[in-house]
């Protein structure tokens, strides 16, 4: 099984920007889709964007879209997630995910890394 490791987490301000990557232990098969998921404290794990690995056809929620985008650099085999314009509610651990269904479900991926922590506080 591919192994997922992000970094690039941190405290911040609000309104400052972040840039999540993810590099993965394997090349994606041509069908992958890698997500960023988060997780706010004591809340559930939530959706925040996805992304076909061939394609790049990208899928946001609606809590971040405009502020962030998701990329990624097929030779590097790694996942970005670009933050702008970060607000308090943005606060959480942040997953990075691969799986092979066009979806927002965590359930539809089977590979995670182990998060890193983003917070946005005054």
């Known amino acids: 099984q591919v192994q997922l490791q992000e970094s690039g987490g941190g405290s911040v301000q609000p309104g400052d920007s972040l840039r999540l990557s993810c590099v993965a232990s394997a090349r994606p098969f041509s069908r992958s889709v890698e997500a960023w998921f988060r997780q706010p404290p004591g809340k559930e794990r939530e959706f925040v964007a996805l992304?076909?690995?061939?394609?790049?056809?990208?899928f946001y929620a609606d809590s971040v879209k405009g502020r962030f985008t998701i990329s990624r650099d097929n030779p590097a085999n790694t996942l970005y997630l670009q933050m702008d314009s970060l607000k308090p509610e943005d606060t959480a651990v942040y997953f990075c995910?691969?799986?092979?269904?066009?979806?927002?479900?965590?359930?539809?991926?089977?590979?995670w890394g182990q998060g890193t922590q983003v917070t946005v506080a005054s």
């Open positions: 995910a691969r799986g092979s269904e066009y979806s927002s479900s965590h359930q539809a991926y089977d590979s």
């Open positions: 992304i076909r690995w061939h394609g790049g056809s990208a």
